[in-house]
């Protein structure tokens, strides 16, 4: 026992003094060579194939090329990071560069914390012609630009071989297909468990746009400042309505807090089909590796096969210290980065790397066709509040407490508000 | 002897102030900062410089229905889960206080659940009441009760009552102990002479059990009211807000606003009303309790 604590002392005692010494170390000023450190805050998850990527090959690489300048990468959940950032606006304590959603970068440009690109930097023109420009489109907010693609994503249509065949289905390439499928393909299996031909997990833009715009309908004008005869346009209420009904009929669940979850739906023959982005092929090849399902492009209606797109922007902030951040975004939209980030799945937006060998067989490769079609949400700061009352207002037509037009036109109303805030 | 007092005065002070400046720092700062924030305008567009906007906050929250629906659950939430608990609780406690042997044994089961982790708990909620869950397998394929599933959590009121079963649940354990040593503090003598006197059980239970242990029934009415309108991980954990917000609380509703929307004055405006409420509440409850005592007395 007395050796015990003895012991525990002893180990306290090296486990302080090893402690001291580093934070010493750390201290001691190094003034041999002037060396600037940037913070890039990021979210790619910490245990990653691409975090591993960025702190083991892109960044040494941009070190080497750049001496003189250290990155310090700091890896946060993707919701954490959001709010994060916002509250370090509040202290003055933002890092130099960040990863960011381009969901995000409306609400960060209007909180005054990005730097316009196209303003302060003379060579932004030749950096940005590199890259897409579905991409770059959505780091343009007015008539300026917040941030550079760093990598973009979209979803398709992902279905159940099995299902499909037993059904006597044909995978779906028009939007009638699409509903006459879902429906055929629900009702209950040889287990006698209920089985739905579709799988929605959310009731917001980045559901729901898809069948918005592939019925020909809008949520904004081009402008993004009226909303009132664009979501409330007879195609958007056809697209909504059909959604509402095929959920009535059974065909359709998954934004439920007790449905099952998407991924085990999907892997367990519960849901055939559902309209999902590049990360679904690594998720099911860990969680169901024996699961035979297919993909293919969103189904075309009326407005053509239109998804909706994703991804992040890499953008930098007021505080940052801005040649050594340039230098870091340039680095990051480059070709060999965006090959690297590519081999783990993130979809280049660098037109020259998207011509590389190992972009083109990746896994990702059916999702290149989607891009070019795929449309991004409004980008508008006020987005997360009209996605909530998207939200809100298709829950309200679910519950029957309004008809689709009447839910709509009201929706309309509070949006052509929150646009003109 | 003055110099001494003054010396004195002068140690305790020193004695106090790491505890005080901890208390100054982290409690009282950022309430008045809270305070302050509740009447700026702090969102997306004023991160930097917070512009003095009145009571426009406290305006925007009071006209808003979602954060009526929340407030109406939480009230619904804390109706319901602090009489339960209170009174199971109770039960409970005099239940385990009658026993002899294995005494120790009960009361450590029933305290368990309070001790297990809130969100643990949700998820097994969760997972228990989820459409293709344990209670509804339990329900349709063994008792043949129903013959599809319940949709037990994507409903209001339904969402809500398993986040309070949860509640009330979790809170039976952590009653029962203070009840216990309440029940230990009532002389036993009262007791006997009651039995002398002819009493039953019922008698001695109104008549001499509640009046005694009334100061710890204030305790645990006013902590349990309070515990109510915090009630924030079960909620977040098992329906999340949804469907559209229909089962959001006050605290879920104000996390919301705050950080996913970015809305950290009407946040900030939501605690205060929150607190408000409480702090009427609070009176109101001792209020009560004062009159019952003087109708007790009158009697007696």
């Given at each position: 026992m007395n050796k015990k604590k003895k012991f525990l002392a002893i180990m306290l005692a090296v486990v302080l003094l090893s402690l001291s010494a580093i934070a010493a170390g750390a201290m001691s000023?190094?003034?041999q060579t002037e060396e600037i450190t940037i913070d890039f805050w990021h979210?790619?998850?910490?245990?990653?194939a691409e975090n591993e990527t960025l702190v083991n090959v892109l960044i040494p690489k941009f070190e080497s090329e750049n001496p003189g300048i250290k990155v310090n990468a700091v890896s946060h959940e993707w919701a954490e990071l959001h709010n994060k950032i916002l509250i370090s606006a509040g202290t003055g304590s933002?890092?130099?560069?960040a990863r960011c959603d381009i969901a995000w970068l409306p609400e960060f440009q209007k909180m005054g914390v990005l730097v316009p690109l196209d303003q302060e930097m003379p060579d932004f023109a030749d950096v940005s012609g590199k890259l897409l420009e579905s991409a770059m489109s959505t780091a343009k907010i007015q008539d300026h630009y917040y941030g550079l693609g760093l990598n973009t994503n979209t979803k398709i249509l992902f279905y159940n071989e099995k299902m499909l065949k037993d059904a006597g289905v044909?995978?779906?390439?028009?939007m009638d297909e699409l509903i006459s499928a879902i429906k055929a393909l629900s009702g209950t299996n040889a287990d006698g468990q209920q089985v739905w031909g579709w799988d929605e997990p959310g009731l917001y833009g980045w559901n729901l746009c898809p069948f918005i715009w592939s019925f020909?309908?809008?949520?904004?004008?081009e402008d993004q400042t009226v909303a009132t005869g664009y979501i409330n346009s007879p195609a958007s209420v056809k697209a909504i309505d059909t959604f509402v009904s095929l959920y009535k009929e059974g065909a359709?669940?998954?934004?439920?807090?007790?449905?099952?979850?998407m991924t085990d739906g999907f892997g367990t023959n519960r849901y055939a089909m559902m309209l999902e982005g590049p990360w679904k092929i690594a998720e099911l090849q860990g969680a169901y590796p024996d699961l035979a399902y297919g993909t293919a492009p969103m189904p075309a209606g009326e407005g053509g096969s239109v998804s909706v797109l994703g991804g992040e922007d890499i953008a930098m902030f007021n505080?940052?210290?801005k040649e050594a951040a340039w230098k870091f975004m340039q680095f990051m939209t480059s070709d060999f980065a965006q090959i690297e980030m590519a081999k783990c799945g993130q979809i280049p937006v660098n037109k020259s790397a998207l011509e590389d060998a190992t972009v083109k067989n990746a896994?990702?490769?059916?999702f290149l066709e989607a891009i070019k079609t795929a449309k991004a949400r409004p980008?508008?700061?006020?987005w997360s509040e009209m996605d909530n009352e998207l939200n809100v207002a298709v829950t309200a037509i679910i519950n029957g407490e309004k008809t689709t037009q009447q839910a709509l036109d009201d929706l309309a109303g509070v949006w052509d508000q929150l646009l003109t805030q | 002897m003055k110099t001494k007092s003054n010396k004195n005065k002068i140690q305790i002070f020193l004695l106090l102030l790491p505890g005080l400046a901890v208390f100054c720092f982290f409690t009282v700062y950022p309430i008045i900062k809270l305070f302050l924030m509740s009447f700026s305008k702090w969102d997306f567009t004023s991160m930097r410089q917070q512009e003095f906007i009145g009571l426009q906050n406290y305006r925007e929250v009071l006209a808003d229905k979602f954060f009526w629906t929340s407030f109406t659950n939480t009230i619904v939430y804390t109706l319901v889960t602090v009489p339960l608990q209170m009174i199971l609780g109770l039960f409970v406690a005099i239940l385990v206080n009658g026993i002899k042997k294995f005494q120790v044994t009960f009361r450590v089961l029933n305290y368990l659940p309070v001790i297990t982790s809130w969100v643990i708990a949700s998820l097994i909620f969760r997972y228990v009441f989820n459409t293709e869950g344990l209670l509804n397998y339990f329900l349709s394929?063994?008792?043949?009760?129903?013959a599809s599933n319940i949709r037990?959590?994507?409903s209001r009121w339904s969402g809500l009552t398993v986040a309070m079963i949860l509640g009330i649940w979790k809170g039976i354990g952590w009653n029962m102990v203070i009840f216990l040593a309440a029940l230990q503090q009532v002389p036993i003598d009262l007791y006997e002479a009651a039995a002398i006197d002819g009493c039953n059980g019922i008698q001695k239970f109104f008549k001499i059990t509640l009046p005694g242990i009334k100061g710890t029934i204030l305790f645990v009415w006013v902590m349990l009211t309070i515990g109510g309108f915090n009630v924030f991980t079960s909620i977040k954990m098992i329906t999340g807000g949804n469907p559209a917000h229909q089962t959001d609380t006050i605290l879920t509703w104000m996390y919301y606003k705050a950080?996913?929307?970015?809305?950290f004055g009407y946040s900030a405006a939501v605690s205060f009303i929150m607190a408000f409420t409480l702090g009427i509440m609070a009176i109101f409850q001792f209020k009560a309790m004062r009159n019952r005592d003087r109708e007790l007395e009158e009697i007696g």
């Open positions: 000023p190094e003034n979210h790619y998850s910490a245990q990653s933002l890092p130099d560069v044909a995978v779906p390439t028009t020909g309908g809008s949520l904004t004008n359709l669940t998954g934004f439920n807090s007790g449905d099952i979850p505080t940052a210290k896994a990702f490769a059916p980008t508008v700061a006020a | 394929q063994v008792l043949h009760v129903t037990w959590l994507d950080f996913s929307t970015g809305k």
